[in-house]
């Protein structure tokens, strides 16, 4: 197997016109050519290098690939979620799945309850997370990424914050087993 990055154009020529001066001299400049070459190369493959993308370079692909929510204000690493899960989001769009996903990006932990969970409406669902600026400085926000990816047909019900919080619980029992003999 040939690997094209340590690939030397000189060991691909044959044998007897390897040892010409010339074909050396060729062969060696275009290998410093090929190997540049190359290595523009494994700059296209955008998405393994996500991490890497400027502010500026993420604002671009966001429009090229559309992802249901954008909002240019997030932070670099959020709009680089997005925009490496967009043709996800768009394969998966409509499901209970895709509203998590979104959620978890944006808002850090969430969940869909589909109403047979909670005994409401057909086609009417809600979300529960532990994230309080979503009711207060970014509820707006919040809507509006659960809209863009929801299914038209489906209503959002209601969202419902939970707050997991440590507290000391002391529980204490005892038995007493014994016999009661009367004379």
């Given at each position: 197997?040939?690997?094209?990055?340590?690939?030397?154009?000189?060991?691909?020529?044959s044998s007897p016109i390897r040892n010409d001066p010339a074909i050396?001299?060729?062969?060696?400049?275009?290998?410093?050519?090929?190997q540049v070459t190359t290595d523009m190369i494994t700059s296209l493959n955008i998405f393994s290098r996500s991490t890497e993308w400027t502010n500026e370079e993420t604002d671009q692909l966001a429009l090229q690939y559309r992802p249901p929510y954008y909002d240019p204000e997030l932070s670099?690493?959020?709009?680089?979620?997005l925009v490496n899960n967009a043709i996800s989001f768009h394969?998966?769009?409509?499901?209970a799945g895709a509203v998590e996903n979104l959620i978890k990006i944006l808002f850090g932990e969430g969940s869909v309850e589909e109403w047979w969970e909670y005994?409401?409406?057909?086609?009417?669902?809600r979300v529960v997370t532990n994230n309080a600026d979503v009711t207060t400085t970014r509820a707006q926000e919040f809507i509006e990424a659960v809209n863009a990816i929801k299914r038209l047909s489906t209503v959002l019900d209601s969202v419902t914050i939970s707050q997991a919080e440590t507290l000391p619980l002391y529980i204490g029992g005892f038995i007493h087993v014994g016999e009661r003999i009367i004379i």
């Open positions: 197997m040939i690997n094209i990055q340590t690939v030397s154009l000189l060991n691909l020529v050396a001299a060729a062969a060696t400049a275009l290998d410093k050519q090929l670099v690493g959020q709009k680089r979620l394969r998966h769009k409509g499901t005994g409401g409406d057909p086609y009417h669902f």
